[in-house]
């Protein structure tokens, strides 16, 4: 009698390591989905609107989405503010975070 209760123990056991292996490891296993480094995209419009001629006159056009490369992200996005002749102009820029720094440039 003690060797069928040993067995039903046993058999048990493997199943719920069988279920731990099938439904939870995966999942804790599974990549993140990485996500931008938060205020990224507000530092970035903020450092590229400075650069302008007339910073008070921008507007943020066009975002693209935030990618990731490696440990780097990339977000690019557009402005449309007046020259030094009021003529309203539009520029690209394009903003890295290589999670030390964030730099933006215009493209």
Not at 57 to 62: E, L, N, P, S
Not at 72 to 98: K, L
Request: some cysteine; glycine content about 8%.
């Amino acid at each position: 009698m003690n060797g069928g209760m040993n067995n039903r123990w046993v058999l048990l056991a493997t199943i719920l390591v069988a279920a731990f292996a099938v439904l939870i490891l995966p999942a804790a296993l599974a990549p993140k989905h990485a996500r931008m480094p938060s205020g990224m995209r507000v530092s970035c419009e903020a450092a590229a609107t400075e650069m302008l001629v007339s910073p008070s006159t921008a507007k943020i056009g066009a975002r693209s989405t935030p990618a990731q490369y490696g440990n780097e992200w990339r977000y690019g996005f557009t402005t449309d503010s007046q020259n030094a002749f009021g003529a309203m102009v539009r520029t690209s820029w394009v903003c890295v975070d290589d999670g030390g720094a964030v730099s933006v440039t215009p493209r």
